[in-house]
């Protein structure tokens, strides 16, 4: 009979097994989960009516600034077209925050059937 010893070794690293893991999650396609699209969809809804806020209130401001400069720097001379220029700035600062708001509302009425849906299969 033959005297033989069968052992059996074995070395676990922490480091290792986590580099492992990490160059892993690199290859495995995502998916999101249900969570995660009802957090996008909902941070969605306000992003198109935050830019086009922005950019008519920016847009506003600059053209506003334009007609304030014209007056300062030309004069009387074209005092009409100034004004003219100040209060189309004036506009469509004014109006910057109802097209947000109203953007909004659109988008929301959009998105709420998607929304829903969400919520409605979280919430089982």
């Known amino acids: ?3 033989s010893k ?3 070794e ?5 480091e290792q097994q986590a580099e492992i893991e990490k160059i892993k999650s690199k290859y495995i396609p995502k998916t999101d989960d249900k969570l995660e699209q009802l957090r996008k969809l909902d941070a969605s809804v306000t992003k198109k009516g935050t ?3 922005l950019i008519m209130g920016i847009a506003g401001t600059l053209i506003f600034g334009g007609g304030m400069s014209m007056v300062l720097v030309v004069g009387m001379k074209l005092l009409i077209p100034s004004i003219v220029l100040g209060g189309i700035g004036i ?4 109006f910057a925050y109802p097209a947000f708001k109203k953007i909004t509302e659109q988008e929301r009425e959009r998105i709420a059937p998607q929304i829903l849906a969400l919520t409605e ?4």
């Open 10 to 14: 074995y070395t676990y690293s922490a």
């Open 6 to 8: 069968e052992t059996f």
């Open 51 to 53: 830019v086009i806020g």
């Open 1 to 3: 009979m033959e005297n």
């Open 91 to 94: 506009i469509l600062m004014v």
């Open 121 to 124: 299969e979280l919430g089982q």
